[in-house]
């Protein structure tokens, strides 16, 4: 079993900034992806950002230029740096890794951190 612990969430002023944290312990042999999705109220979960074993990253359209995802494969985890926050960045913030473990691939999620972008 794997866990994914997030942290880093909270309240913010527009124009300001945050950065989440997440770590994955547990059964690890690799980890393929580690990423972060968010969701907010009355809306899908949506794919923010996410980096691949071997480099390649990946930004959803409307974060750009504002956020960047880093990892440090030698603690499992990845990081989230946002910028310039917007209020429609209000969500709650998730998580996700494709891990490889003795049961093969699976993929998991953290427990969530609310992000909250307001004067």
């Known amino acids: 079993q794997v866990q994914l612990v997030e942290s880093g969430g909270g309240l913010v002023q527009p124009g300001g900034s945050l950065r989440l944290s997440c770590a994955a312990s547990g059964s690890i042999f690799s980890i393929n992806v580690m990423g972060w999705y968010r969701q907010a109220p009355g809306k899908q979960r949506e794919l923010i950002a996410n980096k691949i074993s071997g480099g390649s990253t990946n930004y959803a359209d409307s974060v750009k230029g504002r956020f960047t995802i880093s990892r440090d494969n030698a603690k499992n985890t990845v990081y989230l740096q946002m910028n310039s926050l917007k209020p429609e960045d209000t969500a709650v913030y998730y998580c996700?890794?494709?891990?490889?473990?003795?049961?093969?691939?699976?993929?998991?999620w953290g427990q969530g951190t609310q992000v909250t972008v307001s004067s």
């Open positions: 996700n890794a494709a891990v490889w473990g003795p049961l093969g691939l699976r993929n998991y």
